[in-house]
């Protein structure tokens, strides 16, 4: 019910955005989140939205990520500035009707998750 697309590789220093569109309007109520994954490692929570707007950024990303959504267009987005090689993993979206809503609580708890999609800085 989320698909992912906008990834690819970039050179160290460059941006790109991430979206994660969703099949239905339901999704406009849950809380929703940017996660990604490196082979081996465990996921990293990047940024949450709340259904009223409320954002939360890890650190690793905060200042360069912004995270938003176009409830018009049941559209969750991601904008990636200044991406280093140590961005590079897969990435995720995932939403969650529960009661917390947090990238670290997402990471570990979403119910719904999109396929994923590579992003690679070199």
């Known amino acids: 019910q989320l698909v992912e697309s906008g990834g690819g590789e970039v050179q160290d220093g460059g941006s790109l955005r991430l979206s994660c569109a969703a099949r239905?309007?339901?999704?406009?109520?849950?809380?929703m989140g940017w996660i990604r994954q490196v082979s081996g490692k465990e996921r990293e929570g990047l940024a949450s939205?709340?259904?009223?707007?409320?954002?939360v950024y890890a650190d690793s990303v905060k200042g360069r990520f912004t995270i938003s959504k176009v409830n018009a267009n049941n559209t969750l987005y991601l904008q990636m500035h200044d991406l280093k090689p140590e961005d590079t993993a897969v990435y995720y979206c995932?939403?969650?009707?529960?009661?917390?809503?947090?990238?670290?609580?997402?990471?570990?708890?979403?119910?719904?998750w999109g396929q994923g999609t590579q992003v690679t800085v070199s």
């Open positions: 939205i709340a259904v009223d707007g409320t954002t």
């Open positions: 239905t309007g339901t999704f406009r109520s849950a809380c």
């Open positions: 995932a939403a969650d009707f529960g009661p917390y809503c947090s990238h670290s609580y997402l990471a570990r708890k979403a119910n719904f």
